[in-house]
């Protein structure tokens, strides 16, 4: 079954060949549908229930596997049907750009990716797919990136859909702990014994947070309208027809595992219901083109995670159906949202009027598509209608007033977007509005087209596309077939009653609209607005976080560090009661005596003397004091090495002290010496704590005898501290000597640059 | 004398943490000098102090009189020889510092970049 | 061959001394010499990783004297691993200095290759008062390169990094005496018998010295709160030094390993060494490097955080310490290495090419031939953010699913996640203002091509994704080899100790 991992891994071969090829053969370009439509083909060639799969990472159990069921054919056929349209309109729309050949090579990869995520049946690889959509719907959000909206809103659109990626990364990793696997047909082989499961609420609640951002359902709906910033091939591509569409398709995925769930249906009603009344306010209120069609596509993802929620053989036909249906008339309409764009100059409703008789045949397409949407009898977008409305009465309380609600509101957008454009008195549009060239036309008409050809002949795809994917949903066939008269009189009913109140509503938009518009607080307190504060608070805490953090003053760092060593270290030493005082050994002699006070009394003078003179020389007295102490204390090497060095350090300091000022002023303030005096008695008197409970405790002294039995017979010395330096410990002396080496060299460095002190 | 050496020891530490607090790139290459001094004599007294005599193998050790331990001595060694060395490369950077900045203060003129 | 786990010490040592005694014979021979040494490297560590595979422990004992009187060097699984990682990252470091940053200041050369040895060396020794000198050697060298190039914030940085790290060794110092004086002993291997033999009446103090030099590894990893030092200095680094650093955080992270899987297993009394504090700990600095990733103003102190943010990483996962867990730090390590490595080549790269504006995030002209240098940001901000189809992925996936199911591994999962977010907005946002063009500028000078350097250190990248599952098996079995202990406690103090030796008052 070579041919199924082939569908998504063909198309990412192609997207380097594409950026590469079309880069020297803009020409080329069109041709790229070619792509599509052979994988469409491939789709509707390859046999139900085909899988692959191959190890991927074994020690995580990760699959490169994948399967094709109902659910994924249609969602695959969509993505490359209309992706073959989508490129051939691309290649066109954008003839000429400089950038092209870039465009074209992300859309490959995003339709790679969504291929891939569709036909992906392992949660993990579904992921990475999933998320390589997010970066690609970045970067076409991003392709006009000298408009700041657009920056934007690429930039939104991805932290979105990525934070609820990560949400949903969790659910995912809880999923397949729970499961036992990744393998997406194993889960649903488990039925519904994981909805049992401890953890079975955290895994939807997750994984719905990374579909609903996904599919922008309230409330994190605000940045697919904002995502109209991108070219119209991108809006009608990514943002209705299939990218948004994958939390849907992951719900649908796991609704059988998860239906049980009182949670998962009151979560994907309530939310999808939310939705669906917030897009329909918002599309009345809007009068850009484009951005009133993405409300309205905010609508159906609303309408279609209520209908996944309710667990009933119809709302599962009436989910697919509806897809199909929005797919189809939601990608043409954007597509000639874009040629009225490109055509009129604008994109502003209220001043699009009578462009029908320059551009008709633009026009025929879009009534053609806008009847479907409205739900004209004939078009397939009746029969959804229909079964919407059978379905929404099935569930009392709120749900039927809000479908009758929302539909009249489609209706609006339908007659808005799709018949007002184009009726009327001509506008002014400097008169360069006509039909486009046949390439841009093609999708839209053909895409429009198959909604009233599917309307008339539904035995087309209701056994073969509609009832599996249907079924896949509902986890049993669900023994529908489309086209049966769904519904009674009171669907009847309803649906006139929708269309009559829209058509109201639609002959009144000109007054509605501005009133709606008027309504501001729905934009100062929106999400979208919410975004924005969001994202400014988390630089203004992050920055004045990391300056607390960081202070920049070495004396804070060192503070800190010192304080919580030893706090530390002596805590842990209190903690089991290692506080204690060495076995009396032999008494210390006047002389070491003297010695300590001397040391002593020159570290108290290097604190308190101000010159700087007098801090080295109270420095030397301290370091003289120690070498004659390891010289009583039988080191003699010691006590030589300390003086050389002592020596070296006090002729170094010196030389050094005539570029220096002369006085060295404590930089403190008294509250701060305060502290920094208890803070070096604290951590002297932890030193010592530490240092008298070591030395209490009996030593071994098992090494030590060792090398002095064999310093004579083994390494030829005398001196047992020579015998471990050069030799038993050589490697410590070479490295000692390479740091000398070093600091010497980088010393000179230094030195060799300085300027003249201020 | 264990109880004399590990105050002497504390003191130094204080002081050397004073030092070092004190802000002054001159008082902190002092101040890690004083704290370098303490490390050293930690690790010499973790041989214990139990002898005066130097750990020469000169023939028959006399009875009752236990040698030093070698071992904590050239590792000090070796301590002592990299302070020496790493204390003289600050020395060199500080006074770089110095004569960039024209301060003296360890934090320069709190010049922030992040 | 016996003595391979020398090798990687003795190269770089060699080329320095070689690189000083040819001083004068020009930069070309410095950089011929440091790059061959630097390649043999690579391949010794290739030999290691090779010869270390099947669980064997190579050891060495210096001078021929038995381990724990002698200094024994042992390559283990964990030692080969950070010794390739070291090498894969100095090749690429040091090509991208040979574009003129070498000239910056003198001896470039010969600080990079000491760097190197120390960082080797302490990898490799079975001593801990060796791993003291070799820590001395890499950071020398490192506060060497860091001042390399000049200027007063450099200098700046320079002083604060040498000064907390001065104090650092000191305390590391301390550390030894006191554990010698309670364990008589620093031989790795030969201090898990001693603590495993250890009387009641001296557990206070060991534990004490262990504490100490545990705070001593924390800080030089960096993990907060000992770590507010990281991000200045390597923001103010040239780009091949930061990109070396990035190993250099690496350091304490596998002193603190080591300590905590040879040693402190032997007795029961180490316990609660590490657990109480170090997951807080690990989780503050996450959090501490996505505040900071967000707050920054400068791609390298982003950068900075990020690496701070991975340094966290792994010492949450050392901090919860099963198996699994290892197994998915030690899979997380190299790929966070080699990406911030990367990732700070390439803001040198991004930083030159912007000339005035730097590495600032602000808008600038933007340079002509733009695009080849975005595309590479695109693909390491995916590495490093872990988001798929990247190495940085499946590391976090391992992470997160060898968490635990109780309330630390709950907190793990959110600061991840939320990390992760927040290191994609930073990423999102920072590439959006440098590679976005902007028609109100003026189009700027075209950028200078990428160079090998960048090709090579981004080459990594698919690398690490097409081996994942091999390199997952070895983090797999490293984890296994260091859990079991006695491999390494065989090869690094071969002649079995007396069991209870005698004490003297």
Known sequence: MLALPAIPLLALACVPLVGWGLRRAPVMAPWLAALPAALFLLVLTTPDGAMFSLHWIPTLGVELAFRLDGLSRLFALLIAGIGAGVFLYAAAYLEGHPLLHRFLAVLTLFMAAMLGAVLADDLLLLFAFWELTSLASFMLIGFDAHRAEARRAAQQGLMVTVAGGLAMLAGLLLLGDAAGTFRISAILAQGSTLAAHPAAPWIVVLIAIGCFAKSAQWPLHFWLPNAMAAPSPVSAYLHSATMVKLGVYLLARLNPAFEALALWQGLLIGVGTATMLAGAVLALRERDLKRKLAWSTVVALGTLVALIGIEDPLAATAAVVFLLVHALYKASLFLIAGIVDKKAGTRDAMQLRGLGRRMPITAAAALLAGLSMAGAPGFIGAFAKDLLFTVQLGVPRLLPAVALLVNAAMVVVAGVVAARPFMGKPMETGGVAKDPAVALLVAPIVLATLGLVFGMAPHLISAAIIEPAAGAILGRPTGIALGEKQGGTVVMTMSFAALGLGLLMFLGWRRLQPTLAGQTWLDTYGPDAGYGRAMRAVSAVAVALTRRVQGGSLRGYLAANLALVFAGAALVLVARGGLALPLPGPWAGPAQLALAAVILAGALAACRLRALFGQVMAAALVGFGVGILFLTLGAADLAFTQFTVEILAIVLLVAILARLPFHAPDARRAPERRRDALLAAGVGAAGTAILLAVLSVPFDPFITEWMGKAAVPEAKGRNVVNVIIVDFRALDTLGEIAVLLIAALAATVLLRRTGKPG | MELVLATGIGGLVASGVWLLLRERAFSVVLGLAMLSYAANLFIFAGGRLSAEVPPLVLGEVAAGTMPADPLPQALVLTAIVISFGTTAFLVALALRAIGESGTDHVDGGREQER | ?505
């Open chain 3, 1 to 505: 061959m016996i003595h391979l786990p020398l090798l990687p010490v003795l190269v770089p040592l060699v080329a320095a001394v070689l690189q000083l005694a040819s001083h004068r014979a020009g930069i070309g021979m410095a950089r011929a010499i440091g790059l061959a040494a630097v390649a043999l490297t690579l391949l010794l560590a290739a030999a290691l990783a090779w010869a270390t595979r099947d669980g064997t422990v190579l050891a060495v004992a210096l001078g021929d004297w038995p381990a724990p009187f002698g200094i024994p060097f042992a390559a283990d699984g964990l030692a080969a691993t950070m010794v390739a990682v070291t090498a894969a990252v100095a090749l690429p470091a040091l090509l991208a200095a040979t574009d003129g940053t070498d000239r910056l200041g003198r001896h470039f050369h010969p600080f990079f290759q000491f760097q190197l040895a120390g960082l080797n060396g302490a990898f490799l020794t079975g001593d801990l008062f060796n791993l003291f000198v070799f820590f001395e050697v890499l950071l020398i060298a490192s506060y060497a390169l860091l001042a390399h190039g000049g200027g007063a914030a450099r200098s700046r940085a320079g002083l604060h990094y040498v000064v907390l790290n001065l104090a650092g060794s000191l305390l590391f110092l301390v550390g030894l005496g006191l554990l010698y004086g309670t364990l008589g002993t620093l031989n790795i291997a030969d201090l898990a018998e001693r603590v495993a033999a250890l009387p009641a009446e001296a557990v206070p103090p060991a534990r004490a010295a262990f504490a100490l030099l545990l705070a001593v590894f924390a800080f030089k990893a960096a993990l907060l709160p000992l770590g507010f030092w990281l991000p200045h200095a390597y923001g103010a680094a040239t780009a091949p030094v930061a990109a070396l650093f990035a190993v250099l955080t690496k350091v304490g992270i596998y002193a603190i390993l080591r300590l905590s899987t040879a040693v402190f297993p032997a007795a029961d009394w180490t316990a609660g060494l590490l657990a109480p504090w170090l997951m807080p700990v690990a989780l503050a600095t996450i959090i501490a490097g996505t505040v900071g990733t967000l707050a920054a103003r400068r791609l390298g102190v982003m950068a900075a955080h990020l690496l701070l943010l991975s340094t966290g990483m792994l010492a949450a996962a050392m901090a919860e310490g099963s198996t699994r867990m290892l197994a998915a730090m030690l899979y997380y390590l190299p790929h966070t290495t080699l990406v911030s490595a990367a990732l700070f080549l390439l803001i040198g790269h991004i930083a030159r090419a912007r000339g005035e504006a730097a590495d600032r995030i602000e808008h600038a002209p933007r340079p002509e031939g733009w695009s080849a240098i975005g595309a590479a940001w695109l693909v390491l901000a995916i590495a490093v953010t872990g988001l798929p189809p990247l190495s940085g992925f499946p590391g976090k996936v391992m992470l997160l699913s060898a968490a635990p199911a109780t309330a630390m591994g709950a907190a793990m999962w959110v600061v991840l996640i939320l990390s992760g977010f927040a290191g994609a907005l930073a990423m999102a946002r920072a590439g959006s203002v440098i590679f976005w063009e902007r028609p109100d500028l003026p189009p700027a000078a075209p950028a200078p091509r990428p160079g090998a350097a960048l090709a090579l250190a981004l080459a990594f990248v698919p690398l690490l994704v097409l081996g994942a599952a091999p390199l997952s098996a070895h983090a797999q079995a490293v984890a296994e080899q260091i859990r079991a202990r006695q491999a390494y406690a065989a090869a690094a103090l071969p002649v079995p100790q007396p069991p209870m030796r005698e004490r003297r008052p």
